[in-house]
């Protein structure tokens, strides 16, 4: 890490868990979100979602999305970003629900720096957010291109 906290492509560790959360889903929030966005019946009506054997008014999958993109927004690799390269086996195992606390782990499971531009490297991450149960409501592998510290390590590289 940088002596300012920040991480970049040249400090993540294979392995090593960061953290996020806890995020209460509003009713409100979700509610309007579902109108919004994905209109379905179970985002929307208590009724119908029972009906389709949930315990109540479910979230979109696109809002899961949001409230994990709100936790990568405050990891201290944010500055390092370049961009995201993909998302793989992008999975909702259980729903999630109002008054839900979703809460988020990444951990990192490989990085490469990169051949053609040695000022950046991909890395990926494996992404996990669970409710308060630690039940998994979202999961995918994404990765991203990240900048490296330095110009210096960028010259380190090319020796």
């Given amino acids: 890490m940088s002596a300012f906290g920040e991480i970049f492509f040249d400090d993540f560790v294979v392995g090593r868990p960061y953290t996020f959360g806890p995020y209460r889903v509003a009713r409100q929030e979700l509610l309007e979100f579902n109108q919004r966005w994905d209109p379905l019946p179970i985002h929307l009506d208590e009724a ?91 999961s995918y592998i994404d990765t991203v291109m990240f900048s490296r510290r330095t110009k210096m390590t960028v010259e380190n590289v090319k020796q």
């Fill in 48 to 138: 119908a979602a029972r009906a389709q054997g949930h315990r109540g008014i479910t979230a979109s999958g696109q809002y899961t999305l949001c409230i994990k993109q709100l936790f990568l927004n405050q990891a201290p690799w944010c500055a390092a970003v370049i961009g995201a390269l993909g998302f793989d086996e992008v999975r909702f195992p259980h729903p999630v629900y109002i008054d839900d606390d979703l809460s988020g782990t990444v951990v990192c499971t490989n990085t490469r720096a990169s051949r053609s531009k040695p000022d950046r490297g991909i890395v990926t991450l494996s992404v996990c957010l669970y409710n308060q149960d630690e039940v998994t409501v979202l």
